[in-house]
């Protein structure tokens, strides 16, 4: 069998093991890699080995045969026991890039690993990818996750039907008497890429202002470090709201997402797991590049004031944060109501 896992005349289909990203919005970004791995053969069969957090994102995706969960507190070899528990895979496809991830995955029996050469680790690979040249069409993070697979010998060539996601699960009419709007003050990241929340709250008082026949119910995401966060952005608004920061896992944040019509966030990995639900989104970026970590699909609004500075992808500003503050709320507002009146439709405020 070829690492690509071709079957020939008589074989079983293979069995594929994927070494999850660990942060949220990486492992969301390798969504449309993981359902190329699983459309490369009939009967083709696709196990995630991921954090416990992350388990109920992989056993939501239809693309999913099992999801192989394991305590952070663990280490390589008790990971690879584990693993050994589960049968024997054909090949792994190591998603991260560290030098652990090949370890757990060779621990846990499987020779043929598939990964980028990184971190010292090529003597664990069977195939150890240099990292791809990027073209402005292949700059997002996605295409780099895509490429690894392109190089088990998988057509990745029908890009458009791979990075399809969902319908908007709350989809906005032009008659909607009430809108859940979900925002996303925080970023663990750092400040760098946080919008102020006096901005947030003055983009969400104005929106409610114009259109004065709709209720907005607000919604706030985020984890238990940004509760916080918040508590400030809640305290600056009036109306219904409610602080769901650190209050949700994983499994309650996507049938929480579900429910709203869209989300105005921050570069974070709940924009990202918006954007996989096909939750229209109003993503603010600040330090980080939108070329490389968009929202993927084309329901989305980007804003990003590009400075000289832009993209410097610090976790603090050692200067003024000129990049957030050059973005007003007015430019905020005029996004979210373009999604409101648009449904959903592609946008990129670039200033």
């Given at each position: ?15 594929y ?7 949220l ?23 995630v080995?991921?954090?416990a ?14 999801v ?26 190591l ?10 995955l060779?621990?846990g ?8 050469d990184?971190?010292?680790r ?11 040249a ?5 700059r ?13 010998g ?7 039907d ?12 032009g ?15 750092g ?6 929340v ?14 004065p ?15 916080g966060i ?14 769901r920061?650190?209050k949700?896992?994983i ?27 096909g939750v ?6 600040g330090s980080?590049?939108?070329?490389f ?15 000289d ?5 610090l ?11 050059r ?15 648009s ?9």
């Amino acid at each position: 069998m070829s690492v690509a896992g071709e079957p020939s005349q008589g074989e079983r289909p293979p069995r594929y093991l994927v070494r999850s990203p660990n942060p949220l919005g990486d492992a969301c970004m390798s969504l449309p890699a993981v359902r190329a791995l699983k459309r490369s053969a009939p009967g083709a069969e696709v196990s995630v080995c991921c954090r416990a957090n992350l388990a109920p994102l992989w056993a939501a995706r239809e693309e999913i045969d099992e999801v192989i969960p394991f305590s952070r507190d663990l280490n390589p070899w008790q990971v690879g026991r584990l693993l050994r528990k589960h049968g024997r895979f054909d090949a792994g496809v190591l998603l991260p890039n560290s030098f652990r991830s090949a370890l757990e995955l060779r621990l846990g029996g499987i020779r043929k690993l598939v990964g980028y050469d990184r971190h010292q680790r090529r003597l664990l690979l069977q195939t150890a990818v240099a990292e791809p040249a990027r073209s402005p069409e292949t700059r997002h993070h996605v295409h780099r996750y895509l490429y690894l697979i392109g190089k088990m010998g998988i057509d990745i060539s029908h890009v458009e039907d791979l990075l399809a996601i969902p319908k908007t699960p709350t989809p906005i009419s032009g008659g909607e008497k009430e809108i859940h709007l979900g925002v996303c003050p925080g970023a663990e990241y750092g400040n760098a890429k946080r919008y102020p929340v006096e901005r947030y709250a003055a983009a969400i008082e104005e929106l409610r202002t114009r259109r004065p026949d709709v209720s907005f119910r607000i919604s706030i995401f985020g984890s238990p470090a940004e509760r916080g966060i918040g508590d400030e952005l809640k305290a600056l608004l009036p109306g219904p709201c409610e602080n769901r920061a650190g209050k949700t896992s994983i499994d309650d944040l996507v049938a929480e997402l579900q429910t709203c019509h869209f989300l105005a966030t921050n570069d974070t990995g709940t924009m990202h797991l918006a954007a996989a639900l096909g939750v229209p989104t109003v993503a603010i970026f600040g330090s980080t590049e939108p070329d490389f970590t968009a929202p993927i699909g084309k329901v989305h609004r980007v804003i990003r004031h590009q400075v000289d500075c832009s993209p410097c992808f610090l976790r603090e500003c050692p200067v003024d944060y000129r990049c957030m503050l050059r973005i007003e709320p007015d430019t905020v507002v005029r996004e979210m109501e373009a999604l409101l009146e648009s449904g959903g439709g592609m946008s990129s405020e670039r200033l």
